[in-house]
């Protein structure tokens, strides 16, 4: 059995526990993150306030590609809205509820937020599902990401125990890999966040775009401003 640390302790209870920096201008990460949130988290999550013509032309997808690629049912359109393939009345029998719909889970809770819980799942047989979360204890859904990362487990290594000074220690370790690496999948869990944080604000890629091309019309206006003043100027002396 192979046993691998992953990088950082986290400490059950809640909270984030990892940080990650959302990079808006890496296209192919964007890109990357929605074939994991439609292959893995679209089945029960929605994006109702994205469409996915809009996320097209934001991230560089041509139509035929989405259409191809990225959109599973015959029922949807390309100008439709992200809606998730679960009807809401089978997820309510299945989970007790609906998953909610993720389109501002990145403004709600922060980016930070989801990258740890996304990297925070472990096994408890105690739980409905079989796993829990050190970020959000007590999850009420499965590990769809499981395959990937591996199965973790929380353990607490004698070291570790020495200096906890009565504090609950916990570490996760994946004790059955998946089919990445710690590495690949931090990488992977990177990208699917960085979708969630573009989706939350769609307009940031355009401002960020648009912000040189401000700045440039300003730099040119104030020279333009500079002539006229000293031409006025010099009819007035």
Known sequence: MSFAMVPSAIAAGGGATHSMAPDLGDEASLQRGMKLFVNY????????????SRASE????PEG???????????LRFNDQMHRAMREEDAEVWFGVAPPDLTLEARLRGADWIYSYLLGFYRDPERPFGVNNVVFPAVGMPNVLEELQGVQELTCPE????????????????????????QDFEAAMFDLTNFLV???EPSRLQA???????LI?????????????????????
């Open 217 to 237: 019309f300003l730099l040119v206006f104030i020279v333009i401003t500079w002539l006229l003043k000293r031409e006025y100027w010099r009819d007035v002396h």
């Open 58 to 61: 934001d991230l560089g997808i």
């Open 198 to 200: 573009y989706v939350g």
């Open 159 to 182: 070291e570790e125990r020495e200096h906890a000074q009565g504090r609950e220690c916990s570490t996760l370790s994946v004790v059955s890999p998946g089919s990445m690496s710690t």
């Open 65 to 75: 590609m989405m259409v191809d690629n990225l959109m599973f049912s015959s029922q």
């Open 41 to 52: 988290c679209m089945g029960c999550h929605s994006l109702e306030y994205q469409r996915f």
């Open 208 to 214: 960020r775009s648009l912000g040189p091309k401000v």
